[in-house]
């Protein structure tokens, strides 16, 4: 979980080593790339709040598969898609 007032990104101390990794690099995008945007991510869901929820998750989930997976396996997978 990003904590965005606090610039903290907690993590269950119990998961694999690899879930860990990607959680980092997970919140890491959101620090870097949605940190000045304003969203609220409790309020009523709404046609338009989904959306944008939806594309910083998978923006987020990019940043962490282009951070962690190797160059030519993540090409490889990009070809399967």
Known sequence: MYIKDEKVIVI?????PYKKRHLIAHGLAHHLFHKNRRSNYFREKDFLNEL?????????EVFAAYLLIPEEKLNAILKQE
């Not at 269950?12 to 694999?16: F, G, S, T, V």
């Not at 944008?52 to 987020?60: D, G, N, P, T, Y």
Request: glycine share 0%.
């Open 52 to 60: 944008k929820v939806q594309r910083k998750e998978r923006e987020a």
């Open 12 to 16: 269950d101390p119990n998961l694999h």
